[in-house]
């Protein structure tokens, strides 16, 4: 067994293997991408999915690439924050060509199946192969953005790509507000030309994106009282879910939104008489809630009535949603005890209120581009603490104008119903240029590569693009990246084809520029 001066690879026998550490216990994985092309990418990308980096906990994968920078000799600086930047000097005879940054985030949005065993914040992915795609057992992959450090990583690595000098940048965070390329000190970043490679639909060069914020709604409540009666756990299960930027135009159900509209129909009904004790829903405030739950105690009189409503309004909902979650359904599960604390009957009103008639989803489609939402808030997460239901939105708009306005309507809102908000993560959009050296570049590289143009468009999320133009004057700019579907879902999946026709489109472009 040879065991490399880092002790992170081994080899015996052309077999390969991954070694991660814990305090507890040394755990050795077979390596699963080792005969994907290109070579090089795919090993850095299993290493990094080997290392938890879920939004955080970025801590191990960034001192994984400070670990990189020293092996290979490069210069890096990792800041507190775990954002970390590598140099590697132009090749010969591109020594004075532009310098290029080449710029990921290290976090991914980690989320499991219910059944799941594996602790995200401590245990590695479960990577497989099925035909073109890579993806992980029961848990999310993370290609968003972990394919843009395999790439980073790759062309550091490299010694027969010719390229000028280049910035390597990964950023941390970018998954809930962009906080690390907004904390970033770009100071010593030389590079005008920025090649960022978060997109994740191959042959479309992003060219603009949206601002965005979050906003936490605090609805705060009294003394809790004791109830007595049937107590239900309500679960709305089986959504799609998906990224609440690139997939809120595409209508699909948002469990805590219908969680909500469960406990106002049985609120509406006469018949039903029950108490709301405590609600929570979904993972992350930038990806549609694929779950919810509740907890009520309802009158032993009135449990008929409160399971055929429930039913009922399941039915509706599945009908309304047939066509984008067609798997929807509503459990009801009795426990054991008979008591419970349950909000007061005036707390559980303003809390039902404010998850109804809080503005939800697609707000304005933009008027020049068909088909791209300009505006529009996903509430991801909610959750009870001891002193308040917190309802967490993730607020996006291309106009910052638009984008305050609707913030103003939800602080106004809350506040009637006597709480407040805390926004931030606040993060600026990034306006397209008619004059692009890097994307004339990039085009011509496509074009030479699979003799079509590619699409220019923008998109209805957040790209640091805009937090590093709002910091380096006459940043030009472009987004790309491999095939990737289902983003931020168990489902996610990376193309392997894609992987290697980008990593071309990558390699063609900085020898281009020359």
């Known amino acids: 067994l040879l065991v490399s001066s880092d002790g992170n690879h081994c080899e ?58 020293k092996s290979h000799g490069l210069k890096y600086r990792q800041n507190e924050n775990y954002n970390i930047i590598i140099w590697k000097p132009a090749t010969a005879g591109y020594e004075n060509a532009p310098t290029v940054i080449l710029q990921g985030h290290m976090d991914m949005v980690a989320v499991k199946d219910d059944d799941c065993t594996l602790d995200l914040e401590k245990d590695g992915l479960e990577l497989e192969i099925e035909g073109d795609f890579v993806s992980a057992k029961g848990t999310s992959l993370g290609g968003d953005d972990g394919a843009a450090v395999a790439y980073g990583l790759a062309i550091l690595d490299s010694t027969d790509i010719p390229h000028p000098a280049l910035e390597v940048v990964f950023t941390v965070d970018e998954e809930i507000g962009l906080l690390g390329a907004a904390s970033i000190d770009t100071s010593d970043l030389k590079g005008k030309l920025f090649m960022n490679l978060d997109s994740e639909e191959e042959g479309i060069f992003l060219t603009s994106c949206a601002g965005g914020a979050t906003v936490i709604c605090n609805l705060p409540y009294g003394e809790k009282k004791q109830a007595q009666g049937v107590i239900y756990e309500i679960d709305v299960k089986g959504l799609l879910g998906g990224h609440s930027g690139s997939e809120i135009n595409k209508e699909r159900a948002s469990a805590n939104v219908l969680i909500g509209r469960i406990l106002f129909t049985l609120q509406e009904n006469p018949e039903v008489s029950f108490a709301l004790s405590e609600i929570s829903g979904g993972e992350k405030d930038n990806a549609i809630s694929k779950f919810a739950k509740a907890v009520v105690v309802v009158a032993d009189e009135d449990v008929n009535a409160f399971e055929e409503t429930v039913k009922k309004l399941e039915e509706i909902v599945r009908n309304e949603y047939q066509y984008t979650d067609k798997d929807i359904h509503f459990t009801l599960t009795k426990t054991e005890e008979d008591t419970v604390e349950v909000f007061r009957s005036k707390d559980m009103t303003r809390i039902i209120l404010a998850l109804v008639h809080m503005p939800y989803g697609v707000q304005k489609m933009n008027t020049k581009i068909e088909g791209m939402v300009e505006t529009s808030l996903n509430m991801g997460i909610i959750s009870t603490t001891k002193e308040a239901v917190k309802l967490c939105y993730s607020v996006r708009s291309s106009i910052s104008s638009e984008k305050a306005y609707l913030i103003e309507k939800m602080i106004s809102l809350v506040e009637l119903l006597g709480g407040d908000c805390e926004v931030s993560g606040n993060y600026p959009g990034w306006a397209y240029q008619e004059e692009s050296l890097l994307r004339d570049h990039m085009v011509a590289a496509y074009k030479k590569l699979y003799g079509e143009e590619p699409i220019l468009q923008g998109i209805h999320a957040g790209v640091e693009c805009g937090l590093f133009a709002s910091k380096i004057e006459g940043l030009d700019c472009i987004s790309i990246g491999p095939q990737m579907y289902d983003i931020h879902t168990t489902s996610e999946r990376l193309s392997i084809s894609s992987v290697q026709r980008t990593w071309d489109l990558v390699v063609e472009t900085l020898k281009g520029l020359k």
């Open 12 to 69: 015996n026998s052309g077999f390969h293997f991954f070694f991660a550490y814990s305090k507890k216990e040394e755990v050795y994985f077979m390596r699963v991408l080792e005969k994907l092309s290109p070579n090089k990418v795919w090993k850095y990308f299993e290493d990094i999915c080997r290392i938890p980096h879920g939004s955080g906990n970025v801590k191990g994968i960034s001192d994984y690439c400070v670990d990189f920078a």
